[in-house]
């Protein structure tokens, strides 16, 4: 999908009351949670990513992140490295599966063929 068929993300902060999860703020606010231009994560007011499920302490106004942006791409990436790593670790118990950034370096009895 090419940038130019994203919508657009919502340029104003969507509000997440104290005690509700973002997921729920961004819904009820009509934001696409789904596909490209869907939000992934949200930058919270000290500009740190926060997972759909977060639910702050007290009000905060949160800036929606997509798939489809730099942000929620190398989200989406990192969470596939994580998933990829438990695959493998299912597959051969006992293969050492290191964590550095999304590099996962395999290293053990692999079949390879």
């Known amino acids: 999908m090419s940038a130019s068929t994203v ?3 919502p340029a104003l902060p969507v509000r997440v009351a104290a005690g ?3 997921l729920d703020a961004l819904r ?3 934001v ?3 596909g490209p231009a869907g939000a992934i994560v949200v930058r919270d007011p000290d500009g740190a ?3 759909l ?3 702050p302490d007290a009000d905060a106004d949160v800036q929606v992140v997509t798939a489809a942006s730099p942000d929620g791409l190398a989200v989406l990436r990192h969470s596939a490295a994580h998933v990829l790593a438990k695959a493998v670790q299912q597959l051969y118990p006992g293969s050492p ?3 550095l950034s999304t590099v996962l370096p395999f290293d053990g009895p ?3 063929t």
């Open 97 to 99: 599966v290191y964590h």
């Open 28 to 30: 009820e606010a009509g």
């Open 53 to 55: 499920s977060w639910v």
């Open 20 to 22: 509700t999860t973002t």
């Open 32 to 34: 696409d949670t789904n």
């Open 49 to 51: 990513l926060r997972d």
């Open 7 to 9: 919508p657009p993300v």
């Open 110 to 112: 692999l079949d390879r």
